[in-house]
């Protein structure tokens, strides 16, 4: 995922680059896989759940997990809707290598705070921390922290502005401006902290940020195609530098649209090595085929829409991953019942993933970025 000015090029999906992110919220991307577990509800809203979630997906050699979120209460099942930057810290501890990468709104949340959080969440864990931009818009997300509803057409540039205005915080302290000095009792130097000044159409940062610049400099952002696609955020969320967006979250109804989705070399302005694509999975497992497994789980309650679903053998998910993986940096998998499909795919998908070569190596002592192929950018404040 490497980026420039004017076009991207990566060898993200290329010889061995391949990225796997899994999605952590709740019991599963169904409805009803609380159900199927036999976990008690109040025992899927746990810290410890969610880091035996996230270990288990270190362990298997995941790249990175995702933490859903939202202020609404489900309406449907005990989905895991803690706080999603507060999940990831308390997960950062307990774990080395993997990317913790949550859901963050860019609407309703103050910019300030938005930017504050994810630095920390970036010391806390090494400098293994990402950024999925949501930017739902309803009207009573607004409510619930008393904003006004922000209209449809304007969501993207909405969403544009907020990531710019944290690029800018993030970038206000130089990486040497923590000075620590004994003898004078200065902790900083003044003159390599500087204002963001931001003044965007609903809201205006001066800064600086009050926490030092991230460990990565700059924390890895992926927005979702139907955001970029959305009026007024291709400028301002276009790969630039590092001063939009990382990559680009895609969707599609079925698989072969999905592969469709990812082969196209231009998506929002991106090329399509950036792109992470979305896939629901269930496989055979337990005695189950993966269409029984999935009539046992609409019988409960009926997903709603959602990602492209994937429905078979550990072995047939191999084969399209090998596909996808070819024309797509990443792919984010969305796991029917987290349990059940991320043990066959750890056991399963990815050794054989790995013994062909195409996913990129994982240990500890990386950064995000660099496990995304990703410079560490200068601050754009930095003096010579």
């Known amino acids: ?47 410890e759940r969610t880091v035996q979630a996230v270990r288990d997906a270190e362990i ?36 080395r290598s ?21 630095a920390s969440l970036d010391y806390v864990s090494s400098g293994r921390a990402g950024w999925i931009v949501s930017a739902r818009g309803l009207a009573e997300e607004g409510a619930a922290v008393g904003r ?6 304007e969501l993207g540039g909405e969403a544009a502005d907020v990531v710019a205005a944290n690029r800018r915080l993030w970038d206000t302290w130089e990486d040497d401006a923590v000075i620590r000095d004994r003898c004078t009792g200065r902790y900083i130097d003044r003159d390599k902290v500087h204002y963001a000044d931001v003044t965007a159409k609903r809201f205006s940062v001066k800064g600086p940020s009050i926490i030092p610049r991230p460990l990565q ?45 990812a082969s196209a070399r231009s998506v929002g302005g991106l090329d399509a090595d950036t792109v992470v694509a ?12 993966a269409q029984e497994r999935w009539v046992e789980l609409e019988t409960w309650e009926a997903a709603p829409a959602g990602p492209a679903r994937f429905a078979g053998t550990a072995a047939q998910l191999t084969d399209y991953l090998t596909e996808l993986l070819s024309v797509a940096g990443g792919v984010r998998i969305h796991p029917a019942v987290l349990d059940t499909d991320a043990a066959e795919l750890s056991h399963r998908v990815l050794p054989e993933l790995r013994r062909a070569g195409i996913l990129a190596p994982v240990g500890p002592g990386r950064t995000f ?6 410079a560490r950018p200068a601050s754009r404040f930095a003096t010579a």
């Open 148 to 153: 006004d509803p922000v209209p449809e057409a």
């Open 369 to 374: 970025r660099q496990t995304l192929g990703l």
């Open 278 to 289: 979305e896939l629901t999975v269930v496989l055979d497992a337990r005695g189950q085929t």
């Open 1 to 47: 995922m490497t980026s420039s000015t004017s076009s991207t090029s990566s060898d993200l999906s290329r010889g061995g680059r391949g990225i796997l992110a899994l999605e952590v919220d709740g019991d599963g991307a169904h409805p009803a896989a609380w159900r199927v577990t036999g976990r008690a509800p109040a025992e899927v809203l746990t810290g």
């Open 217 to 261: 400099g700059q924390l890895p952002v992926w927005t979702p195609t139907q955001l970029l696609d959305r009026s007024g955020a291709g400028d301002g969320l276009r790969l630039d530098g590092g001063h939009g967006t990382d990559a680009v979250l895609v969707t599609a109804a079925d698989l072969e649209a999905l592969l469709a989705e």
């Open 60 to 95: 298997a050699g995941f790249h990175a997990v995702t933490f859903g979120d939202g202020r609404l209460a489900p309406t449907h099942g005990p989905a895991a809707r803690l706080d999603a930057v507060q999940r990831a810290a308390y997960a950062a501890p307990a774990t």
């Open 98 to 118: 993997i990317g913790l990468v949550p859901v963050v709104d860019a609407v309703y949340t103050e910019p300030f705070h938005v930017a504050t959080q994810l």
